[in-house]
């Protein structure tokens, strides 16, 4: 129902900033929600942050909240994720998943409840 494609990732020095765009296909899109998740090598998939279908409700993992800022413009089925004040210990593969449908967003912070995944894009912050 929903296919997930992810870009913006690349290498950025610690301070810096990237936005990642998360483009999705599918007229369902709008009745998602969508999150942003990250894995490290050797680490388990962690919640970043994640965004209701109107855009009004978002919430963040404690370690991206005041940095990083999740948005979505649903006329252009694309989700955002604006990375500032990078840190070495955000290098990741970042990836977005959407749930289908979505009714509580503030409990959306498991990846297990997720129905669709991208394949991920690679940040890398170096020191």
């Known amino acids: 129902q929903v296919q997930l494609v992810e870009s913006g990732g690349g290498l950025v020095q610690a301070g810096g900033s990237l936005r990642l765009s998360c483009a999705a296909s599918g007229r369902t899109f709008n009745s998602s929600a969508m999150g942003w998740f990250r894995q490290a090598p050797r680490k388990e998939r962690e919640f970043v942050a994640v965004?209701?279908?109107?855009?009004?409700?978002?919430y963040y993992a404690d370690s991206v909240k005041g940095r990083f800022t999740i948005s979505r413009d649903n006329a252009k089925n694309t989700v955002y994720l604006q990375m500032s004040s990078l840190k070495p210990e955000d290098t990741a593969v970042y990836y977005c998943a959407a749930k289908l449908p979505a009714y509580y967003v503030g409990s959306y912070y498991n990846y297990l409840l997720y129905n669709y995944w991208g394949q991920g894009t690679q940040v890398t912050v170096s020191s």
């Open positions: 965004i209701g279908w109107s855009g009004g409700n978002t």
